[in-house]
Structure formats: C-alpha cells, structure tokens
C-alpha cells in the first residue's frame, strides 16, 4: 500500500512540475485565429503579441509556445523571463510549420522583434520583410528597422532562424545579453544603401563575463559587415566588447549588395579612451571568404575577410584565431591594433597580410603567437607593416621570431582541399553545413564516414543562396559518399538594384538535411509474414 502511495506522489509531483504549452495562431489568414483574450490553449490561442507579453506568473522555464503556420505581420516586443533555475522558455514554430515574421507594416518601432527578457529560448521560424520596400535611406518612404533587437535578457538562445531582406541589421544582441547562444541561423540580404552600404548580419556586444556563443551560422550578401564584435562608442568608462566565441560559422561575400565586399568579421572597439577594449575573443573553424578569381595572380580590390583592431588606443588583447580559412582581396587579413593574439593553424589567401605599424610592439614583446599557417599572397614578400616594409617569410621569421613552422607561396600555388568545411548542426543530429572550394568549379564528392549517416538514409540538398530549391536529393550509398555540384541553378537578389551578386562558381555553402531509414520493428521482422 505504502508503495503505491508512493508511485501517486511521484505521479502528482511529475505533474506539478510538467510543461505546460502555449498556442499562437494568426490574426488572420487561419481557420483558427489567435486573439488577446485567450488563454493560450489550442481551442483559445493567444495572438503573436498577447504570447510573447506573459509574465513569468503564466508562462517560466520548462514551457513551450507553439507558433502555428502562418505570416504574421506586425512589430513584436517579448518580455517572456525564465525564473527557474536551468529552465528556458522555449518559443518555436509548431513542429515542421512555416512561420514568418514580417516586419513590412506601419509602426513606430525601429524591429520586427524586440527581445528584453532573460533564459530564453527563439527557435525555428522566418523574421523578414515582405512585398515591397524601400532599401535607399534618400526615399521619402524609407525607414530603417533591425529583424531582431535584442535589447537585454541574458543566456537567451536564438536557433535555426532565418532573418533576410531587413532595411537595416539582421541581428543586434547588445551589452546587457550576456551569455546568450546565436546557432544554427541563416542571415542574409539585411541592409540598405546610403553613401554606403548599412546593416550587418550580427552586431555583438557583452559586459558580462558570461561566454557569448556564435556557432554555426550562414552569415552573406548583408549590405554592410558579417559579424561586429565592435562597439562605436569612446567615452563609455566601460567594457563591453569582451568574452565572445565565433565558432564553425561561414561567413561570405558580405557589403556585395551595396557594390563593395567589406569585413566579413570585424573585432574592434573605437574608444579613444583605451578602456571599452576587445578582449577574450575567440575566432576558431570558420569560413571567411569573398569572392576571388584563383586564375588572377594580383587579386587587386578591397574584400576583407578578418579585420582586428581599429584604434590604436584600444587594440584587442586575448584573441585568438585557430583553423579558420581566410579568403578575399588584397587585403583579406588586417591585423590593425592588437597587444596580444594567437593566430595558428590558418589558411590565407590574399594580397598582403596587413599590419598596422602599432603592432609592433606586440611583436617584438612576444604579444604575437603565430605559427602552422599557410599564406599564399600576391608577392613572397607578403607580410606588409604598412607605410614601412614588406617582409618575406624568412625576414618574417628571423625579424620577430615568429612563424617558424608557416609557410608563405604565391598566389598561384593556392592550394586546399576541396571540401574545406562540413559541420553538424548543434541541435540536430541529420542536418549539415557544408562548405566547398574547388578553384576549377566542378563538383566534389563530401565523404559523411565520421558521422553517424546509415547507409540508405535519404537526402536533400539546398544551396544556401536560394535555400527554397532542393538542387539535388536521392539515398546515400554504402561509401557514404555525396556530390555536391557547385553551378547554382538560380539565386535570391537582394532588393532595391537587383544587383546579381552571387559566389563565384569556385565556392559553394550548402545545407544538407538526411531522414534515416526506417527500422522494423522485432515483431514485425519476426511475424510479418502474419500480416
């Protein structure tokens, strides 16, 4: 008796603390409409907005609000907070539904989402303009939004979005969100052109000392830069350009739509005053590429693909830049201001490496830890101080006492696998990034070996510039091995030029997404033939 009075308490408790969801239908456009005076049950769902305003007394950790399939157009401020320890409220589109967020409405709010809670988890669904828009900020009708603000709320998570085609940044998560997660997201074609391009695809800051996490994510073709980790502000007395990790991201052919490649990545800060500096930053296993002709042997024009350091009173400290590949123009590597940096294990493809001459210091105090990298630039004297001297790799070495195991050719013996990155996505066992570099544009076979990718299991293939058209599906075979052809079928332009810009056919970004086969099971193997 007492034992099952046991098993009802452990019941009745598991209830207690069971999540509860939440249901989000459309204004419009559905059979079922959400509205404010509902309770968020699936026969009275809650509109977008009345969801997303539920104090924590309604909606804490452990909870769920479904979005249903739908376009929702509108301007969105979430104030959802978790209060229970190590427990997020998830807010996700209803299982495989399309949900948009369309920010291309009257209002006076500058986003389509404003985020200003903590331990939160946004997931799964479109934040974009529909229809027409304005992208020239010299329109009469021109106004310029953000897709996602992120205004404060730490250790929230921002997974498998896509935000495109915003008048202004994709994504800017700001100093008091520390500890937050952006992964698994597709940023794209956000911005607008002035005298020059504006909007990047993520704005970074953190005050805190809590890791602010960047992983895998599609970051291209935005009208400004990919990544700022970056503040703008001298004066502040603060810090808040510190403790962030950019990790297993592909990061292409950002400031294209507005005529000029510009720094894919930048980590930087302005403050003349030498506090608010960039520091405890880590820059390991991406994709940094701009779009470059393998058959130039001068690789002329501006493409910066990693750009460290802008003022000379605030150069970044604690960085470190391992395994990535950086690709682009003459100057796709400035190391501008740095006091201290570990740059290993790298490949590099541009004009020059770019010094400032600040930078000196560092090097001949041992601030620089470089070392294992392949450059290939224009001339053998590819390392340039600027407005000082060239250095070729044994100068280099012998000058700073540096780079004993790097190698330095020229462009034209550039040379790397093809299949130069493939990451799993975090939250997701069967979905694959991959990028591709091939200098002659033929396809290239991926070998899925070291993962767990049964033989059988069907797949579908996107080219991340028009992720609607599925370019090649079919069943992997016994080799686990899968072509990958690198000629896109079409693309999506950004608006307001209809500039075609594209990667060039020597470069390709795709997701892959697997369904294992399905497995009988026992009984059925065993008596099927009954049935």
């Known amino acids: 008796m007492k034992y099952s009075i046991s098993l009802l308490l452990i019941f009745i408790s598991a209830i207690s603390f069971a999540q509860k969801e939440f249901h989000v ?27 997303l305003s539920q104090s924590s007394k309604n909606v804490n950790g452990g909870d769920v609000i479904w979005i249903h399939e739908g376009i929702y157009t509108g301007r969105y401020r979430s104030v959802l907070e978790s209060t229970k320890t190590n427990k997020k409220i998830t807010v996700s589109a209803f299982k495989n539904d399309k949900v948009i967020l369309n920010g291309n409405t009257e209002g006076k709010v500058n986003y389509v989402l404003q985020v200003n809670g903590s331990h939160v988890i946004y997931k799964n669904f479109e934040v974009t303009y529909l229809g027409d828009f304005s992208r020239l900020d010299s329109d009469t009708d021109f106004k310029a939004a953000v897709g996602i603000n992120h205004q404060k709320g730490e ?11 915003i008048p202004g940044s994709g994504i800017g998560s700001w100093k008091a969100t520390g500890g937050t997660v952006i992964e698994n997201c ?26 602010r996490q960047i992983n895998n994510n599609i970051i291209f073709n935005n009208y400004y830069k990919g990544i700022e980790v970056w503040s703008a502000t001298s004066g502040s007395k603060l810090e808040f350009v510190k403790y962030v990790n950019l990790a297993n991201n592909i990061i292409f052919n950002n400031g294209s739509p507005a005529g000029k490649h510009v720094d894919n990545v930048i980590i930087a800060s302005k403050d003349a005053e030498g506090i608010n500096v960039a520091k405890h930053i880590n820059v390991l296993n991406n994709v940094l590429y701009h779009n470059v002709d393998f058959n130039d042997s001068k690789n002329y024009g501006y493409g910066t693909s990693l750009a460290l350091g802008f003022n000379a009173n605030a150069p970044v400290e604690d960085v470190s830049v391992q395994n990535n590949i950086i690709i682009g123009k003459n100057n796709a590597l400035n190391i501008l201001h740095t006091k201290s940096l570990v740059f290993k294990n790298n490949i590099i493809y541009t004009g020059y490496i770019h010094f ?18 392949s450059y290939y630039t224009r001339s053998l004297k590819g390392f340039r101080i600027l407005k000082q ?11 700073f006492k540096i780079e004993s195991k790097s190698e ?28 591709i570099l091939n200098k002659n544009g033929t396809a290239v076979q991926v070998n899925f070996n070291e993962f767990e990718i049964e033989e059988g299991s069907t797949f579908k293939i996107y080219d991340i510039e028009n992720r609607t058209v599925v370019i090649t599906s079919g069943e992997i075979s016994k080799d686990l091995k899968i072509e990958f052809p690198l000629a896109l079928v079409s693309f999506e332009k950004p608006l307001h030029n209809n500039i075609a810009t594209k990667s060039a056919n020597n470069f390709g970004v795709f997701r892959i997404e697997f369904e294992q086969p399905k497995k009988e099971s026992l009984f059925k193997r065993l008596f099927g033939w009954l049935f």
Not at 193 to 208: A, D, M
Not at 359 to 371: E, K, R, T, Y
Not at 411 to 420: A, E, H, S
């Open 408 to 435: 330095l050719k020229q462009l034209k013996d550039f040379k790397t696998t093809p299949v130069i990155k493939v990451y799993k996505l975090n939250n997701d066992e069967t979905e694959f990034n991959v990028a």
């Open 25 to 51: 239908f459309p204004v419009n456009g559905s059979t079922t409409v959400g509205t404010p005076n509902g309770n968020g049950s699936i026969e009275r769902p809650w509109d977008l907005q009345t969801a």
């Open 356 to 373: 400032n001459s600040s930078v000196l210091l560092a090097l001949n105090n041992s601030g620089l830890q470089m070392d294992n990298n």
């Open 155 to 165: 250790d929230c998570m921002f997974q498998n979005l896509m935000i495109h085609n």
């Open 389 to 399: 001297q060239d250095y070729n790799i044994k100068a280099w070495q012998n000058e």
């Open 186 to 211: 597709m940023i794209y074609n956000n911005g607008y052109q002035g005298k020059r391009g504006h909007g990047v695809g993520i704005y970074i800051q953190n005050q805190s000392d809590n890791i």
